[in-house]
């Protein structure tokens, strides 16, 4: 079983930073890959970050060259490094593993950037 808790949320000016953290209770590193999502309300889920257990890493267009995903396996976790921020960043992050039938997800944490 593996539990996910996300912190590192709150509330930012345009153009701050965030640094989210995702720790892990079991071996996560057994999965392919670990994920950040995003979500507003009253739409989809997106994916915002992917980091694999080869080490590729994947961006959405709309966060490419401000947010940077890392993996500390040391301690059990992935973070989501997130610069110059803008209102439209604005959501509820969730991180993400699993494979097939095991699909995990951490409680959110809400991120607002607002002037």
């Known amino acids: 079983q593996v539990q996910l808790v996300e912190s590192g949320g709150g509330s930012v000016q345009p153009g701050g930073s965030l640094r989210l953290s995702c720790a892990a209770s079991?071996?996560?590193?057994?999965?392919?890959?670990m994920e950040w999502y995003r979500q507003v309300p009253a739409k989809q889920r997106e994916l915002v970050a992917q980091i694999t257990s080869a080490g590729n890493i994947y961006y959405a267009d709309s966060v490419k060259g401000r947010f940077t995903i890392s993996r500390d396996g040391a301690k059990n976790s992935v973070y989501l490094q997130m610069n110059s921020l803008k209102p439209e960043d604005t959501a509820v992050y969730y991180c993400r593993t699993g494979q097939g039938l095991y699909d995990y997800w951490g409680q959110g944490t809400q991120v607002t950037v607002s002037s």
């Open positions: 079991g071996n996560i590193f057994s999965f392919p890959a």
